[in-house]
């Protein structure tokens, strides 16, 4: 099995940073793809960023100059550094990994969710 456990989200105002961290661990061989995505009240969930084992990002629009997704691949962990932040970023955000758990299987793996609150 494997386990993503998020933290690092919380209440900030408009205009404030925060730092989200996710750590992987459980029977993993690797990690292809890590990234985030964000869930807002009656609203879909979306893709924030994602970063490959080699490094490579991918940016939502919304998140493009603002945010910065990086990961250590030796922990297992993926961050998301959230800056000027905006009343509309309020909503829950999931760690996803591609983990690889055997010779050919991989296991689409996601957190449970942290809260950010950005007060106007």
């Known amino acids: 099995q494997v386990q993503l456990v998020e933290s690092g989200g919380g209440l900030v105002q408009s205009g404030g940073s925060l730092r989200l961290s996710c750590a992987a661990s459980?029977?993993?061989?690797?990690?292809?793809?890590m990234g985030w995505y964000r869930q807002a009240p009656g609203k879909e969930r979306e893709l924030v960023a994602t970063?490959?084992?080699?490094?490579?990002?991918n940016y939502a629009d919304s998140a493009k100059g603002r945010f910065t997704i990086s990961r250590d691949n030796a922990k297992n962990a993926v961050y998301l550094q959230l800056n000027s932040l905006k009343p509309e970023d309020t909503a829950v955000y999931y760690c996803?990994?591609?983990?690889?758990?055997?010779?050919?299987?991989?296991?689409?793996?996601w957190g449970q969710g942290t809260q950010v609150t950005v007060s106007s």
């Open positions: 996803n990994a591609d983990v690889r758990v055997g010779p050919v299987r991989w296991h689409d793996s």
């Open positions: 459980g029977s993993i061989i690797s990690i292809n793809t």
């Open positions: 970063c490959t084992r080699d490094g490579n990002t």
